[in-house]
């Protein structure tokens, strides 16, 4: 099949494949006669298998390493897990971050009048941090 199905079948865009390619992430199917790739049914589970793994956040190398892992029948899913769960520690720290940032934007908004006054506690918390409490 050419990219156009293969695009299709596994949900990513033809540009996406082909950066997945030239960065080695998917090996470049072989070229049929007339030049083009043709994708087999295993390209496009791989390709399935990277999309959902970034959809998970999953960076280009934990993919690969993942990938690597699930082609491996040697495998131990104890490295499987591993890089799990240091992708869910990061996203916890992120949701910390996040949670961080909201409750400090959340006093900045609710401080501000938001009337006709020059006065404007949003941009005095944004010129000095310290003094958001």
């Given amino acids: 099949m050419n990219i156009g199905e293969a695009s299709k079948l596994s949900g990513l865009p033809p540009k996406t494949i082909r950066y997945y390619e030239d960065t080695g992430l998917i090996a470049p199917p072989a070229r049929a006669e007339n030049g083009y790739r043709n994708y087999t049914d295993t390209d496009v589970h791989k390709l399935r298998f990277v999309r959902h793994s970034r959809g998970l956040g999953f960076s280009v190398d934990e ?11 040697d495998r131990q899913s104890g490295d499987v897990k591993a890089i799990a769960q240091k992708h869910l520690t990061e996203i916890d ?3 910390k971050e996040l949670q961080e940032l909201r409750s400090t934007l959340h006093h900045l908004v609710n401080t501000c009048h938001g009337d006709g006054r020059p006065d404007c506690p949003i941009l005095e918390g944004l010129a000095d941090p310290a003094s958001v409490q």
């Fill in 63 to 73: 993919c690969s390493q993942l990938l690597s892992l699930y082609e491996d029948k």
């Fill in 93 to 95: 720290e992120k949701i």
